[in-house]
């Protein structure tokens, strides 16, 4: 049962160039062309490479692999939250002083125990920060936690940011997956 995707994926060719079958690595499957996974032409579809960006979920115990993107107050103290539970957690932000700050295990705002927090997690690896959005391949959630501020008509939150956070976004996204707006 694959239920959801684990993402350690990858794609095996035939002889003639398609893709003759997938392999969920460190579990032997049996693969039926055309019944349990598409035919690909190489180039027609990119197999994401999750072990780059991803510890293995079956080894490492995470929960689910969660992606946020927008790291300040509400981003920052989401992203810990989510590792405090359990899960593997990618900061992504478009500010390389901010990915710093928070990779050292410092948050760059105050909030009661948040840095003894980020710290921990930073060090174990279940959380870290980056400013490449190709390190979202893969994940199960991505939070956009980016800034929803008032349109200068005063009518609506202008979505400027978090369009420009679903364009960086979607092109990466490879797999099932839930993108939830918090704001």
């Known amino acids: 049962d694959v239920g959801g995707v684990w993402c350690d994926l990858v794609g095996a060719d035939g002889p003639d160039g398609v893709a003759d079958g997938f392999v969920f690595v460190g579990e032997p499957v049996q693969v039926e062309v055309g019944v349990h996974a598409p035919m690909l032409r190489p180039g027609s579809a990119r197999i994401p490479s999750c072990s ?3 510890p293995n979920r079956r ?5 689910v692999r969660i992606t946020v993107i927008g790291t300040g107050y509400l981003g920052a103290v989401h992203a810990v939250g989510m590792a405090e539970l359990g899960h593997s957690v990618i900061g992504i932000d478009i500010d390389p002083a901010k990915i710093d700050t928070l990779a050292g ?4 705002f105050f909030e009661p ?3 003894d927090l980020l710290a921990k997690h930073v060090d174990s690896g279940a959380l870290r920060f ?3 959005f190709a390190d979202v391949a893969c994940a ?4 956009l936690c980016v800034g929803t501020p008032q349109r200068r008509d005063g009518l609506a939150a ?3 940011h978090v369009d420009a956070a679903v364009g960086a976004l979607a092109p990466y996204l490879d797999v099932p997956c839930l993108i939830a707006g918090k704001s």
């Open 130 to 132: 980056s400013g490449a």
């Open 105 to 108: 295990g410092r948050a760059p």
């Open 113 to 115: 125990d948040l840095d």
């Open 59 to 63: 080894t490492s115990g995470y929960r």
């Open 140 to 143: 199960d959630v991505h939070f």
């Open 158 to 160: 202008d979505l400027r």
């Open 52 to 54: 780059t960006h991803w």
